[in-house]
Every structure is written in C-alpha cells, then in structure tokens.
C-alpha cells in the first residue's frame, strides 16, 4: 500500500516536472517495497541517535541504485532545551557516512514536535551542521571518531563564542550552554523533556523513593536556578543574538521550574496522607505561588515567541 501510493505521489509531480524526496525509514525496515519504487526517487535517510555507525541506514539504497541524502537532528523538539552532545555526534557521524557511500547532500533537520520550541534554540545544532556538511570527519573507527569529534568541537565552540555571540573578553556562552547536559544527569522525572514541565501535580511518587526525589529536585532547582541568572549576566556580555541567550535562559528557568513542581507534588502528597501536618492554607499558597511562576514563564515566552516570529 505504502508502495502503490509513493507510485500514485510520483506520477502527479512528474506532470509537473518536479522529481520527489521521499523519508526512508518505511523501506528500511520493509526493504521488500524498495523493487517497486520510483527508481529516480530522492531516499532521505534519517536517524537521530548518537551511533558510531549509520551504514545500516544508508547501505540499502546505495545497493539498489538511489540518490539519497542524510537527514542528521539538532535534537530540540520535546526538548526544554536542544541535547547538544547528542546532536553533535548524530551529525558527524550521519554526514560522515552519507559522504563515504556518495550521498547528494545533507538536510539538517529540526522538528518543532511539540510546537513549544523556540528557533533560536537551534542555532549550535545548525551551524554544527554547516561545518561537517563543508568538511565532514575523516575517522571511521570508534576512538579514532570520538577525539576527531572532540577536536573540531573544541575549535568549532571558540567560533560560537567569537563569531556566532560575539563574546568580549574571554567570556564564553558554550561553556554556559554546555551546562544544560549537567542538568540532564540528574535523575529527575522527565530529564530536562517538556513533559516534566507539563506533567500533572497529582502523579504521585511511591513511598520509598520520596527521599530520593526530594534530594534530586533540591538538587535541579538550585543548578538550573544558578545556570538562569549565569545567562542572565551573559546578555550584556554579548553584541549580537541577545535572543538566543534570553531562550537558553528561559529553558534553565523552565527546568528550575519543573523541578519547584516537583517539589510541591511531594508536599501536596505529605498533605495528602497526613492533613495534620500543614494547613490547606499553606498548601495553597504553595500552589498559587506555582501558578505565579508559571504564568510568567508564559509572559517570557510570547515575548521571545514575537521576537523571532509574525502573527498571522
């Protein structure tokens, strides 16, 4: 079926003059469709995990006679903020096999999934892209791989912080962004995912591991509380893409935020199974002061929202 209507797609654009890209994961993992595909199709190959290979990916339609090109991800959707150590292998390496088996070309892909996120997020992920698309890697072997990637990256974030933000006197923004995978290491709900913003106070935690949540949120809230106002200083350090750091600092507050949530879930729970221990009073205080909290997250987001975007 999938085949029939590729077919069907084909015929209209080629009234057209137009030639079709099609993604390539359905012919991967049903690799009997390939022989009854539009032979001057376009195979966009895609994969967005950090993998030291993507040959099982390409090698399907290199072997049976298609242009293709490699689709690497900044890995920002469904993200609080993009998960820039992933995406910077994905890339290299994606780009670094489609140059090795002939592909046309490389998209860079950023899928706004969640339609939350912000464009200016993006940027690393994008011009990471640029650079292995210009002069991808050269290593196939694992460690060989891993300290060309380490290298380029090195040079690669001094270019960010001089060119891309234009940083004045030996500040850094990287060093700054590259915090936001410290907060992914620790064992919060969600790991820095939207959903541990959007998820509900009423998911209760078991008994046992309440001590545990408790130590790993005091622990989130008070780094990405620090990681927030680092950025905050960091706008007046810079001449240029303001917008950028004012959206890595709203994600560390979100994070920050999520992490509050949490916290207040415990203590909604405590009350919950004990109602002498506070006074609904306190318990909606806490609340509301969650509800102040997150109304201003809004106010920052539509303002940044109209700084990179029209209404319709």
């Not at 892909?109 to 940027?123: K, Q, V």
């Not at 890697?137 to 380490?150: C, G, H, L, R, V």
């Not at 609904?280 to 609340?287: M, P, T, V």
């Not at 201003?296 to 990179?308: N, P, T, V």
């Amino acid at each position: 079926v999938y085949a029939m209507h590729i077919n069907k797609l084909n015929d209209i654009l080629k009234k057209h003059n137009k030639r079709m890209m099609m993604w390539g994961d359905i012919a991967v993992n049903h690799q009997e469709i390939i022989g009854q595909l539009p032979k001057d199709l376009i195979i966009l190959s895609w994969g967005y995990d950090p993998r030291d290979s993507f040959d099982k990916e390409i090698l399907p339609f290199k072997q049976s006679g298609f242009e293709f090109m490699v689709a690497p991800g900044v890995r920002s959707w469904s993200e609080i903020y993009p998960n820039l150590q992933v995406a910077v292998k994905n890339i290299a390496n994606y780009v670094r096999d489609g140059k090795e088996h002939g592909a046309m070309g490389m998209i860079n892909t950023a899928w706004d999934d969640d339609g939350e996120t912000l464009f200016n997020a993006n940027w690393h992920g994008l011009i990471w892209g640029a650079e292995m698309a210009w002069k991808p890697i050269k290593s196939q072997e694992k460690p060989d791989a891993e300290t060309e990637i380490k290298d380029r990256l090195s040079a690669f974030n001094q270019g960010m912080d001089v060119l891309f933000f234009n940083m004045k006197n030996g500040e850094s923004m990287m060093k700054s962004l590259n915090k936001f995978s410290e907060l992914r290491d620790i064992p919060v709900f969600g790991n820095m995912g939207n959903n541990s913003v959007w998820g509900s106070i009423f998911d209760f935690y078991p008994k046992e591991e309440i001590q545990k949540v408790m130590q790993t949120n005091k622990t989130m809230l008070e780094k990405a509380s620090a990681l927030a106002k680092e950025f905050h200083k960091k706008t007046t350090k810079t001449d240029s893409e303001k917008v950028a750091v004012r959206v890595a600092e709203i994600a560390a507050k979100k994070a920050a935020f999520a992490a509050n949530k949490n916290l207040f879930i415990l203590e909604l729970q405590e009350i919950h199974d004990n109602l002498k221990i506070k006074s609904l009073s306190e318990i909606k205080l806490l609340r509301n002061n969650l509800f102040k909290e997150l109304h201003q997250h809004k106010i920052d987001y539509i303002g940044l929202w109209k700084e990179e975007n029209r209404e319709y």
